[in-house]
Every structure is written in C-alpha cells, then in structure tokens.
C-alpha cells in the first residue's frame, strides 16, 4: 500500500481524573515528530495545528460535549479526494495498547476544495465516537491522518473491519485497499 498524502496532527488527553495535575506532561520528541502537514482539529474553543497536550479546562469538552471538529487542510489540492482517519494507538492503555490504533472516525471521498474551507461533508465509515479513554490508563495520543484518495479509488471496510474498531493496523488494516509509498 502506498500512503499518497499524510497531514497528521496528534491530540494528547490524558485519562486521569480531570481535578488531578498527574497527567502534566510534556510531549516527548518522538510524539512531537510524528505531526506532518498544515491539518488543522478545530474544536469550539480549541485549534489543534501542532502536536500539543489538550488543556486542562478542554479535556472534558471534548470527551463529554463537544462532537466531531472541524478539518481543514489549506493545502488540499482541491481536485482531489482524501480520506481521514482518526485513531487512539494507545487502546486502552499507553502500557499495554492490544487494542492499538482503536479507530474513532473515518471519512471518505472528502474533496479536496471543501478540505481546503474546512466544510467537509463525506461517507463516514465509522461514526465519530469521543475521545473517552478508561479511567486511570494516562496519556492517550489521538492522530488524525489525511490521506490523499488515488483517482478513481474509493475505501470500503471488510465486514471483520467493521464489527471492531479495536487492534487497528494503521497501514495494512482499513487502508488496505491503497497502493502505497509513505512521504
């Protein structure tokens, strides 16, 4: 499979009791590596361009009020198709992740000149479900990959793939169908 097109952006919660300062951590340089690309997460009162470690005071909005964000992608080509995906490798714990990469969203046949407003309207695949990781497991990273569709190309999940959003494999799992080359 070839990956045609990645913008990620890495959205750390973490799973501690939300009146606790445990969790005050600082990205490592591996997390901080990992965002690619000008995607932008924008939450009513959050914009995510950069890896960061989600505020404090937004952690609950987000795992209890807030619904899907907004995507954009300014440099989205805007004849283009894109499919996003956003995941938890961390499932449910960062120490023992068995179900890594637990899929949260996944959109596709997002075109590229709405990509690029930020109005996105596409086949969901999987429903958006919130960010609510168990109790006591830390950090958790959600990633939100955009990948660039290949021309008349369209992603399907196989009937395994869409009973369980758990134990995810990013490349070979739902994306399978792709032919690929990671930039």
Not at 58 to 81: F, H, M, T, V
Request: aromatic letters at 8%; hydrophobic letters at 35%.
């Amino acid at each position: 499979m070839h990956l045609f097109y990645a913008s990620v952006v890495l959205c750390v919660l973490c799973a501690c009791h939300m009146t606790t300062s445990t969790c005050d951590e600082l990205l490592s340089s591996e997390d901080a590596e990992f965002c690619k690309g000008k995607l932008k997460v924008i939450y009513p009162d959050l914009v995510v361009d950069k890896c960061m470690i989600v505020p404090q005071r937004i952690r609950e909005k987000i795992s209890k009020e807030w619904g899907p964000p907004q995507i954009q992608l300014p440099s989205a080509d805007e004849k283009k198709k894109y499919t996003l995906l956003m995941v938890d490798p961390d499932a449910p714990s960062r120490q023992k992740p068995s179900r890594a990469y637990w899929r949260h969203w996944l959109l596709v046949d997002i075109k590229g000149e709405a990509l690029q407003r930020g109005d996105i309207s596409a086949v969901e695949l999987s429903a958006y479900t919130r960010p609510t990781p168990p109790q006591g497991t830390g950090f958790h990273r959600y990633q939100f990959l955009i990948f660039e569709q290949p021309e008349g190309q369209s992603l399907s999940l196989s009937p395994q793939e869409n009973s369980s959003r758990g134990q995810n494999d990013v490349i070979s799992g739902p994306l399978q169908s792709f032919p690929v080359s990671l930039l």
